[in-house]
Nanobody
């Protein structure tokens, strides 16, 4: 399974950015998909997770600002980010749980920088 993220970049405080992650390969076992982020010098933390049925959970820090969604037909995970803050800066990673191949898959990550 390969996960390829896109949509990262530079945005000003208060701005918006939309991230995508497309899965390819042997994807039939993918269940929950998630976004993680790793701020500079800090650990990688969960931002949002969404079940195959579309139920999403969010970190408290992004509730009301970020929306995760997925299109199972396109094997794509999305993250709509609004009202971005400086502390949203980091490398964003896509993750997928796999019940067929086992384990979890990670994308390579992409930089999101929020500037003032």
């Amino acid at each position: 399974v390969q996960l390829v993220e896109s949509g990262g970049g530079l945005v000003q405080v208060g701005g918006s950015l939309n991230l995508s992650c497309t899965a390819s390969g042997t994807i039939r076992g993918i269940t929950r998909m998630s976004w993680y982020r790793q701020p500079p010098g800090k650990q990688r933390d969960l931002v949002a997770a969404i079940s195959r049925a579309g139920k999403a959970d969010y970190a408290d820090s992004v509730k009301g600002r970020f929306t995760a969604s997925r299109d199972n037909a396109k094997s794509t995970l999305y993250l709509q980010m609004k009202n971005l803050k400086l502390e949203d800066t980091g490398v964003y990673y896509c993750n997928a749980d796999d019940v067929f191949l086992g384990g979890r898959h990670w994308g390579r990550g992409m930089q999101v920088t929020v500037s003032s």
